[in-house]
């Protein structure tokens, strides 16, 4: 059974870098697509994007100016970076993964950020 | 990007009852369509993928139903753990999107 959780800073400031890590147990992370989701009360579910180990990736369009994401296959690791970000952005972040790019069989506990200054 | 949409908003019913929430996509999607459950202060939980097929350990008194632009989930005979909010997602083309939402509350 795999598992993710999700860590990084609750608060970040407007304009900075919002980063964050998941770690994955229970599964190799060459064996699923992972993505990041987020929920905000004004906006819903909104898919940030994927990444496949291959490096193969798809980012939303809406974000994709501003969104990097990788993988750490050594550490087991899925990250995220969100750059110049602002209120709009304060979110709970999750991160999820599947057998398959576009379904999503596997969340983490999600984690909430907040942008303030 | 493909619109999502869900009715109703919300629906309140009993233990037993038999709910059919629909999902509506902006455009076709063809059967690229998923179905979650996320109870108050959890996480979402893939309930049906592929519009129609029953995501492993899910009990079998949900189902899925249609292809191109409207589908239903179906809850047959409702249980007190199945009060929650259901969403649909689009997974036929990039960017994914999910619907606003179907909140199910107890009568």
């Known amino acids: 059974q795999v598992q993710l959780q999700e860590s990084g800073p609750g608060l970040v400031k407007p304009s900075e870098t919002l980063s964050l890590t998941c770690t994955v147990s229970g599964g190799s992370i060459s064996s699923y697509f992972w993505s990041w989701i987020r929920q905000s009360p004004g906006k819903g579910l909104e898919w940030i994007g994927y990444?496949?180990?291959?490096?193969?990736?798809n980012y939303n369009p809406s974000l994709k100016s501003r969104v990097t994401m990788s993988l750490d296959t050594s550490k087991n690791q899925f990250s995220l970076k969100l750059n110049s970000v602002t209120a709009a952005d304060t979110a709970v972040y999750y991160c999820?993964?599947?057998?398959?790019?576009?379904?999503?069989?596997?969340w983490g506990q999600g984690t909430l950020v907040t942008v303030s200054s | 990007d493909i619109q999502m949409t869900q009715s109703p908003s919300s629906v309140s019913a009993s233990v037993g009852d038999r709910i059919t929430i629909t999902c509506r996509a902006s455009q076709g999607i063809s059967s690229w369509l998923a179905w979650y459950q996320q109870k108050p202060g959890k996480v979402p939980k893939l309930l049906i993928y592929?519009?129609?097929s029953l995501q492993s350990g899910v009990p079998s008194r949900f189902s899925g139903s249609g292809s191109g632009t409207d589908f239903t989930l179906t809850i047959s005979s409702l249980q007190p753990e199945d009060f929650a909010t259901y969403y649909c997602q689009q997974a036929n083309s990039f960017p994914f999107t999910f619907g606003p939402g179907t909140k199910v509350e107890i009568k």
């Open positions: 990444f496949y180990y291959s490096g193969s990736t």
């Open positions: 592929a519009a129609t």
């Open positions: 999820a993964s599947g057998s398959t790019w576009n379904y999503f069989d596997y």
